[in-house]
């Protein structure tokens, strides 16, 4: 690990512009994610700015209804709360399906919404890595790539988003609020926050130099069955292949959104008008463009099936 220099923030203002004004600079909270990154010199921030102590680890009623979640509470006290659990099942149920207990003890809500990606490349750094080195190429398209993106993709980058609270909190349509260094906030879809590879993959959110999270609002309830179903090569601690957010509603109609898929959480709204017609009309409507490589072919397959399991247990 390289070294870098520490300082400990009291306000959001102020830690926007601790990083804003050096290069280099990192915020850190639970670590989850950075500090193995940090060991790995595949992130070496020059200065860490620790947010830990701001205050934002609260989980607090809106006035139309909804809930505003701190972006720094904890993964597990999210996934327990009485309200998430009564109102925003599929939230619940996500995180739980996250990580081990241990780690979401420390993860936080802006840093599960901020995890880099797990492909094997970006974490080799003998091997070119767009999303690592801007213009070195991407491994992956012509390595091992069983477990990468079939659509969202480009010919620079091939990498899948890894978290599965962001994929409920995208069939939720949650708005994620931050703070710059000059004291300006603003709300981002999160249908907007993160971005697609293009010839950019280095780049992941739409958050500016110094811009930090603060909290994610949710809307008020949608009521509906809400179910999170996630298909991985082994039953704890591994990332999706494929995995579905639904809320459906008693007329049949609902909402999807889709991790394992693509460089963000996967959402097709028009595919939605399809669940009636049952999960292949579905499943061809949100995999439309779909690019495949002979090792994660399989996926589109499996799309299909998670998806009429999901459809089944709603039903039931």
Known sequence: MKAFTYERAATPAEAAAAVARTPGAKFIAGGTNLLDLMKLQIETPAHLVDVNRLGLDRI????????????????????????????????????????????????????????????????????????????SGCSALGGFNRNLAIVGTSEHCIATHPSDMAVAMRVLDAQVETVN????????????????????????????????????????PLGGTHVYRKVRDRASYAFALVSVAAVLQPDGTGRLAFGGL???????????????QGARATAGAVLAGARTTPQNAFKTTLVERTLDAVLSSARA
Not at 100 to 122: H, I, M, V
Not at 262 to 273: F, G, I, L, M, Y
């Open 60 to 135: 607090e009623a809106t006035p139309d209804g909804g809930l505003r979640i701190g972006a720094l509470v904890r993964n597990t006290d999210l996934a327990a709360d009485a309200r998430v659990r009564r109102d925003y099942g599929v939230l619940s149920r996500a995180l739980l399906a996250g990580a081990s207990g241990q780690l979401r003890n420390k993860a936080t809500t802006a840093g599960n919404l901020l995890q880099r990606t797990r492909c094997p490349y970006f974490y080799d750094t003998t091997k070119p890595c767009n999303k690592r080195e801007p213009g």
């Open 181 to 220: 260094a000059h004291g300006t906030m603003r709300a981002i879809p999160i249908a907007d926050f993160h971005t697609l590879p293009g010839s950019s993959p280095h780049i992941e959110t739409t958050l500016e130099p110094g811009e930090l999270i603060t909290a994610v609002t949710l809307a008020r």
């Open 262 to 276: 693509a460089h963000k959480p996967w959402r097709v709204e028009t595919a939605e008008q399809r669940i009636g």
